[in-house]
């Protein structure tokens, strides 16, 4: 009985390539193309340079601005002598412009304004509840030891009655002032004039003990 010999599969042809189902490719699937996704990545990359180039243009822009060179105290009216100008980067704040600082000098502080900060219109009023009706501007002339070294335009300072002689105890007289002006100490031993602003209605009493040497202030700190 004899067996037929069945052809090898994969066999080698003529010219020594595979025939047969290992010669086949399995099919690739075209790629599918996404042009909504392409044009997205282009518009993308073209922002994000037109964002660079207009943040490095915006870098070089400068404006004129004004800064406060003094400490400027709640209620108080602005001054020549506290302003300066400074150029600064264009950042798009609001900063109150050089060219409007005789318009700000006629203004009055809203806020108490440090030194070296850029002046915005939101700092400003152009009355003072501190000068209106109902307050009086005093003058202080003191000894060392009646007022606290260091006083500026713009502090907050009580104004206590101290006794002489008597013995009664010192008392307020005024609880927050606001310290109008600082002058120089002058050749006649004493610390200097002070003005400060206080309610009208104790003025009289203030100026009564002033001129008899028991008037004393102490700053508040914290209540600037």
Request: no cysteine; proline share 8%; glycine share 10%.
């Amino acid at each position: 009985m004899r067996t037929s010999e069945k052809p090898a599969v994969n066999a080698t042809g003529p010219s020594g390539a595979l025939s047969g189902p290992a010669a086949r490719k399995l099919p690739v699937p075209p790629r599918e193309r996404k042009p909504a996704l392409a044009a997205l990545a282009v518009l993308l990359i073209l922002g994000g340079a037109l964002a660079t180039t207009l943040l490095v243009m915006r870098s070089g822009d400068r404006i004129s601005a004004i800064r406060v060179t003094q400490q400027i105290g709640n209620g108080q009216q602005i001054t020549p002598q506290a302003l300066e100008e400074v150029q600064i980067a264009d950042t798009g704040i609001a900063y109150v412009p050089w060219k409007s600082r005789f318009e700000v000098i006629q203004t009055f502080a809203a806020v108490t304004i440090v030194p070296g900060t850029l002046l915005t219109s939101e700092m400003t009023v152009k009355a003072s509840e501190e000068l209106g009706p109902g307050k009086a501007k005093v003058g202080l002339a003191l000894k060392p030891g009646q007022v606290p070294a260091g006083l500026h335009e713009g502090d907050r300072v009580q104004i206590v009655h101290v006794p002489g002689r008597t013995q009664t105890q010192a008392r307020v007289l005024a609880q927050s002032a606001l310290v109008h002006s600082v002058g120089e100490p002058g050749r006649t031993g004493l610390a200097g004039l002070v003005t400060v602003i206080v309610d009208s209605s104790v003025s009289p009493e203030i100026l009564g003990y002033a001129s008899a040497g028991e008037i004393a202030i102490a700053e508040l700190p914290g209540a600037r």
